[in-house]
């Protein structure tokens, strides 16, 4: 399977733990986007690398939220001291950087966290 | 109000139907349109990608863009029980540095067998 790969798909937690989560992008994507999704909602996007920079954040990212691609390959998304709000399917979407599907975002199955 | 305005539905089809879904959109500067298909607890599965304005087929999809109106739309004809799914259009500006996309909140659409 050569799609977004996303680990771990289900996540449960309790209120004030850290959760890391890992997104694997298409090969040779170089750019990778973060978006959370909450029941009955849309994605809301996070953050966005090309490569291993991170050239956009939501405030939606607050200071609990850090985001890394340190070798411009996977990418981790880290939640400390989570809270019930935190609740979603986080979703992980890459894309390549030129040709005809340069702005083509492909999303991958999204990890679900309940925060308990 | 939000920048991006899908209806909920539920939206129940028979088989065989043809299905409309529709976003509206306020953000004048979005050029790039897409629709993705979600199955519960599944990640988006891009559909179809339109730039500015006009239609694009894609087998049983049509996708259309009104600029003029801030109005994208999706066709589905011949509509299966396996096209049941949420709909969510997306958008984006072509905005240097800028590629977040702006989603709706999706239309639930139900095929009827």
């Known amino acids: 399977d050569t799609g977004v790969s996303q680990d771990p798909r289900h996540k449960i937690t309790k209120r004030g733990q850290n959760v890391t989560f890992r997104c694997d992008p298409i090969s040779e994507h170089n750019r990778l986007y973060w978006y959370r999704q909450t029941l009955g909602q849309g994605p809301e996007f996070l953050t966005y690398?090309?490569?291993?920079?991170?050239?956009?954040k939501s405030r939606l990212l607050s200071d609990r939220f850090s985001a890394e691609r340190p070798k411009g390959s996977f990418s981790t998304l880290e939640i400390q001291r989570t809270e019930q709000g935190d609740s979603a399917m986080y979703l992980c979407?890459?894309?390549?950087?030129?040709?005809?599907?340069?702005?083509?975002?492909?999303f991958g199955p999204g990890t679900r966290l309940t925060v308990l | 109000q939000k920048e991006v305005e899908q209806d909920p539905g539920p939206l129940s089809v028979p088989e065989g139907a043809i299905v409309s879904l529709n976003c509206t959109y306020s953000?004048?500067?979005?050029?790039?349109f897409m629709w993705y298909r979600q199955y519960s607890r599944k990640g988006p599965e891009l559909l179809m990608y339109?730039?500015?304005?006009g239609n694009k087929e894609d087998g049983r999809f049509t996708a259309q863009v009104d600029k003029s109106s801030k109005y994208i739309s999706l066709f589905i004809r011949d509509s299966q029980p396996s096209d049941s799914a949420t709909y969510l259009c997306?958008?984006?500006?072509?905005?240097?540095?800028?590629?977040?996309?702006?989603f709706g909140s999706g239309t639930r659409l139900q095929v009827q067998p």
């Open positions: 997306a958008m984006r500006a072509p905005r240097t540095g800028r590629r977040a996309l702006t």
């Open positions: 690398f090309q490569n291993e920079a991170q050239l956009e």
């Open positions: 339109t730039y500015s304005s």
């Open positions: 953000n004048s500067a979005f050029q790039y």
């Open positions: 979407a890459s894309s390549p950087g030129q040709g005809a599907s340069y702005n083509e975002q492909f």
